[in-house]
């Protein structure tokens, strides 16, 4: 299909709509009582990535960007302009945007015309009064408030005789970050949840504001550790379609390879949490030591055991001679072989088996209306991955199949774990021979233009959309960072409804969620 004539066709029924073409994606100028035909005429063929904020310096305001991509289309932002006074919200139409509207109600103060829920979401009401919009302010302060805080209970659900709500956080051992989930019940199976998160909110896009570009990537890598090197090459790729800037080759096909690389890391951590779950405490530490291994390898031959500070503009920071990367390739190989052992042997446990099979199940039409990303999306039976729709960086030279499962429980996201371990390692025994020995690494970076463009990365988790607008002196303006958690937290609570108490740390762990990219 030509996406951009499909585009055109709707726009005809409304010549007056300016559209323009900007670097590599579309602007269609709307006033807000067209919103809601244009996203709804979007859904039918793009993918909805998430609303992005501009400055709007005719009326010193932010103007938002509604994102949409297609495979192997172009990206489409649906500007809305004049939207000081009100929105109409599109969550009834594109039930993914119904977390992000919100986000943009309580950081940006935008009012979302209909919209069921606002308020009391990113900005907890005990700290924050209502109408702060701290991302619209130059600069702010956390301060109490004077008067008593709102009750903060969440909304009841379940009012049968009998009923009760069992809160679970958001204090936690260990390593695992602050959210709080409300699980109603009527005796042990869970009716309803709801999820309070941005208990430790960072305002990470509000500090990148200002910043020159070498500095924004490594804070960009903060947003959530385990997924450092994904975060940074999306927000590197954004600065240099802004700045036009072709990366090495070289550096390319290397991005491939340490993304591809942190993705076996990460999902071998996903694993042993699933693992450990369900009390198999032996196979859970043997992942445990299979991630340390590899996290040793990073630190020794990237420098830094999650990658900090290997993207740089333009390329990479430092680069690897034929015999270090073969080495990698073989470690590598050893602990693929290793993980693979653990979870075959798995697959005739009837113990392990009866508690992932036909639990936390996304069928594939909630998968699609909440916009699911990554893993957790293709154990649902959504065939949807940026590295094969979008061929970013050397994915284009690579040969890949995209693992998919259909049944969408915890067990079918065990087994796309494992699958895409094996693709992913499939797809770095590939890299070395396409390596050619040219230098340097990277290029020279300078932005001399303003404006806005979008990275995107198949993260280990899933998708990360990362717009960015830079001001006349190449500092970035203004950001936005779309995670996998924004997105795939909305429908974990479809996940657990209708399981047991005991269903539900099992579920949560067959998701790979991370509190961190949510929180950012």
């Known amino acids: 299909m030509n996406y951009e004539n499909w585009l055109k066709n709707i726009l005809d029924r409304h010549s007056a709509i300016p559209v323009t073409i900007e670097r590599d994606w579309i602007r269609v100028t709307v006033s807000p009582n067209l919103l809601p035909e244009l996203v709804g005429a979007l859904t039918h063929d793009w993918i909805f990535a998430g609303i992005v904020p501009e400055n709007d310096p005719g009326i010193q305001a932010v103007r938002l960007l509604y994102v949409f991509y297609a495979q192997h289309g172009p990206w489409v932002g649906i500007e809305v302009s004049n939207h000081d006074q009100s929105v109409p919200t599109v969550s009834a139409l594109l039930f993914a945007a119904d977390w992000q509207e919100r986000e943009m109600e309580d950081l940006f103060d935008v009012h979302f015309e209909g919209h069921p829920q606002l308020g009391d979401f990113v900005l907890h009401d005990d700290h924050w009064p209502e109408g702060t919009a701290p991302m619209r302010r130059h600069s702010w302060e956390i301060h109490p408030k004077a008067t008593e805080p709102q009750d903060l209970s969440m909304p009841r659900i379940v009012e049968a005789p009998g009923s009760f709500v069992m809160p679970v956080g958001p204090v936690y051992s260990g390593t695992a970050e602050s959210i709080q989930f409300h699980l109603e019940t009527v005796g042990e199976e869970i009716v309803f949840a709801h999820i309070r998160p941005f208990y430790k909110y960072r305002a990470v896009e509000k500090i990148l504001e200002g910043q020159e570009p070498s500095v924004a990537l490594l804070i960009a890598e903060r947003i959530d550790g385990l997924t450092a090197f994904a975060h940074s090459l999306a927000l590197a790729q954004a600065l240099e379609t802004l700045a036009d800037t072709p990366v090495p080759p070289r550096a390319k096909l290397l991005r491939v390879f340490w993304a591809e690389f942190e993705r076996i890391r990460s999902h071998i951590h996903v694993l042993a949490g699933i693992l450990e779950s369900t009390g198999l405490s032996v196979p859970a530490n043997l992942m445990q030591a299979l991630e340390e291994n590899l996290l040793q390898v990073s630190g020794v031959s990237a420098g830094h055991r999650y990658l900090f500070g290997l993207n740089k503009l333009g390329g990479l920071s430092r680069d690897w001679?034929?015999?270090?990367?073969?080495?990698?390739?073989?470690?590598?190989?050893?602990?693929?072989?290793?993980?693979?052992?653990?979870?075959?042997?798995?697959?005739?446990?009837?113990?392990?088996?009866?508690?992932?099979?036909?639990?936390?199940?996304?069928?594939?039409?909630?998968?699609?209306?909440?916009?699911?990303?990554?893993?957790?999306?293709?154990?649902?039976?959504?065939?949807?991955?940026?590295?094969?729709?979008?061929?970013?960086?050397a994915y284009d030279q690579i040969t890949f199949g995209i693992p998919v499962q259909s049944e969408g429980d915890g067990y079918a996201r065990f087994r796309q774990l494992c699958q895409e371990i094996d693709q992913s390692y499939g797809i770095i025994q590939q890299i070395p021979p396409l390596l050619s020995p040219e230098t340097p690494m990277a290029s020279g970076v300078r932005i001399t233009e303003t404006g806005t463009a979008f990275g995107y990365v198949e993260s280990p988790s899933g998708a990360i959309i990362c717009g960015v607008s830079v001001n006349g002196q190449g500092m970035i303006e203004r950001s936005r960072v779309v995670t996998p958690g924004l997105v795939n937290w909305h429908a974990f609570p479809q996940a657990v409804r209708h399981f047991a108490f005991q269903d539900f740390p099992i579920i949560l762990a067959t998701f790979g969620l991370s509190v961190a990219d949510l929180d950012r």
């Open 321 to 393: 001679s034929h015999a270090e990367i073969q080495t990698i390739v073989h470690q590598l190989g050893t602990v693929v072989q290793q993980s693979q052992r653990i979870s075959d042997a798995l697959a005739f446990d009837n113990s392990f088996l009866d508690r992932l099979e036909s639990v936390g199940v996304l069928n594939r039409d909630l998968a699609i209306s909440h916009g699911l990303v990554g893993p957790v999306a293709r154990a649902s039976g959504v065939n949807r991955d940026l590295r094969a729709w979008q061929e970013y960086a």
